[in-house]
T-cell receptor, first 112, second 117 residues
């Protein structure tokens, strides 16, 4: 299984740049994949989801890409803003009760 | 819509005491509620799943006698940490899902910071 060390992966970008956050998932049988944003001291906030039969989905300023061959998910944020600074988690869901299994998380810092 | 609240947002308790955390769905009926635990700089770990009116299903390694979950109504679930110890200090987050929602959809509460001294 994954290690759960005390240091989150981090990504630091300049305001206006595009950000790409990556996630490796473990269960090839998962039906849905979801990206969440979590600001400090708050609960996760839904960003975008994608079903396993798709490989790309776009939202407002965000795009999720799914590569089932290598079990990889990415979140692209266009024109990153300081308000995008947060920890981003991917989650996978499947099985009879659709429990969410969260990935490690990535801390995104946007420099003005 | 789909707002979930938690109370309290922060709580400090002494070792050996019990503390109750409430999770409410404010504008929808939550047939299923989930409780997560999150340590600093780590991910969310599912503790248990509860369906209204039935016993909670605990994840492996989570002590059901220590973390008592009650889902007595379609808008309220409670988590009671019994005989709390400093290692129980954590950020506890609940989420809820309504009957009409997509099967994987969960609306998260703002979390409760528990500190055990």
């Amino acid at each position: 299984g994954e290690s759960v060390g005390l240091h989150l992966p981090t990504l630091s970008v300049q305001e206006g740049d595009n950000s790409i956050i990556n996630c490796a998932y473990s269960n090839s049988a998962s039906d849905y994949f979801i990206w969440y944003k979590q600001e400090s001291g708050k609960g996760p906030q839904f960003i975008i989801d994608i079903r396993s039969n798709m490989d790309k989905r776009q939202g407002q300023r965000v795009t999720v890409l799914l590569n089932k061959t290598v079990k990889h998910l990415s979140l692209q944020i266009a024109a990153t803003q300081p308000g995008d600074s947060a920890v981003y988690f991917c989650a996978e869901a499947g099985g009879s009760n659709y429990k969410l299994t969260f990935g490690k998380g990535t801390l995104l810092t946007v420099n003005p | 819509g789909a707002v979930v609240s938690q109370h309290p947002s922060r709580v400090i308790c002494k070792s050996g005491t019990s503390v109750k955390i409430e999770c409410r769905s404010l504008d929808f009926q939550a047939t299923t509620m989930f409780w997560y635990r999150q340590f600093p700089k780590q991910s969310l770990m599912l503790m248990a799943t509860s369906n209204e009116g039935s016993k909670a299903t605990y994840e492996q390694g989570v002590e059901k006698d220590k973390f008592l979950i009650n889902h007595a109504s379609l808008t309220l679930s409670t988590l009671t940490v019994t005989s709390a110890h400093p290692e129980d200090s954590s950020f506890y987050i609940c989420s809820a899902r309504g009957l009409a929602d997509r099967p994987y959809e969960q609306y998260f509460g703002p979390g409760t910071r528990l500190t055990v001294t």
